[in-house]
C-alpha cells in the first residue's frame, strides 16, 4: 500500500485522481490541495509514499515545488503540457502523465511506483493514526519519542514532529529493542542517532536530553553493546 496526496489546481484534476485512487487496491489518497502552501504545510507534518503533483500551476511551477521537498515521496507529474516532461523526469520522476489520461496509463504509471517503492523501501516502519488518518512513519527517521500525557511526539530526523494518541509502553511495544531506548520516564531516543553520552545526557542531532537516574545503567549498556 502506498500513501499518497495529490496537488492540482484544477478541481477536475483532483476528482479524477481521487476517483483512479480508490479504484486502485494499492493505493491511499490521504489528502488532495489544490493550493500548493497547504501542501508544503501537510508534507512538513506527514510522510507519504507518493504525491501525483501538476507542473503548470499559478502560483508555483510543481517541478520547483518538488525541490524543496526534503526528503522527496515518489512523484507522478500529471500536466496538460507534454513540453515540461524533461523537467519532470530530470528530478527522477516515477512518471508523467498527460491530461487527460485514461485509468489504463494510471495504472502503468502505479505499476512503475510500486516497482521503485519496493527496490527503495524496504523500510521498516509505524503506522500510526493522526487525528483521523493513518500516517506511515518510518523508523529510521524517527529521532526520539517524547510522551506528553495522553500522548506521544514523534520527533522526526527531519525537524518535523507528530502527535499521535499512545502511551510510551505501547509505544515501546512496537519497536525493536536494539534500535530504541527508554532513558527517561518521557523520552526515548533512536540508538543509531545518539552522537554523544557523557555527564548522563545524551545528544541527538536536534535534543540534548538528561538520563534518567532510574535508565542510566540500561543506557550504559545498551550504548556499549550498540558500540561494540
Do not use: W
Not at 16 to 21: C, D, G, K, N, R
Not at 60 to 70: S, T, Y
Not at 75 to 82: D, R, S, Y
Amino acid at each position: 500500500m502506498l500513501t499518497c496526496i495529490a496537488l492540482d489546481d484544477e478541481p477536475l484534476a483532483l476528482r479524477i485522481i481521487s476517483t483512479f485512487t480508490t479504484k486502485h487496491p494499492s493505493l491511499q489518497l490521504v489528502a488532495s490541495f489544490s493550493n500548493p502552501r497547504d501542501a508544503a504545510v501537510f508534507l512538513t507534518n506527514n510522510s507519504v509514499d507518493l504525491i501525483f503533483l501538476d507542473i503548470d500551476m499559478l502560483e508555483i511551477n510543481g517541478v520547483d515545488f518538488a525541490k524543496k521537498l526534503n526528503p522527496r515521496p515518489l512523484l507522478i507529474f500529471t500536466t496538460a503540457h507534454k513540453e515540461y516532461a524533461i523537467d519532470g523526469f530530470e528530478l527522477d520522476s516515477v512518471d508523467y502523465l498527460l491530461k487527460p489520461f485514461d485509468f489504463i496509463r494510471f495504472e502503468r504509471a502505479i505499476d512503475k511506483a510500486m516497482i521503485r517503492s519496493l527496490s527503495q523501501n524496504h523500510r521498516p516502519f509505524l503506522m500510526v493514526n493522526v487525528e483521523y488518518q493513518r500516517i506511515k512513519v518510518y523508523l529510521d527517521e524517527i529521532e526520539c519519542l517524547e510522551s506528553m500525557q495522553d500522548y506521544i511526539k514523534i520527533h522526526l530526523i527531519q525537524d518535523k514532529t507528530i502527535l499521535t494518541l499512545s502511551t510510551m509502553k505501547a509505544m515501546l511495544d512496537r519497536l525493536p529493542p536494539d534500535q530504541f531506548i527508554r532513558i527517561h520516564r518521557s523520552f526515548v531516543v533512536a540508538i543509531k542517532h545518539t552522537i554523544t553520552f557523557s555527564q548522563r545526557k545524551i545528544q541527538l542531532p536536534h535534543f540534548t536530553l538528561k538520563v534518567g537516574d532510574g535508565y542510566y545503567s540500561e543506557v550504559v549498556k545498551c550504548l556499549r553493546d550498540s558500540s561494540i
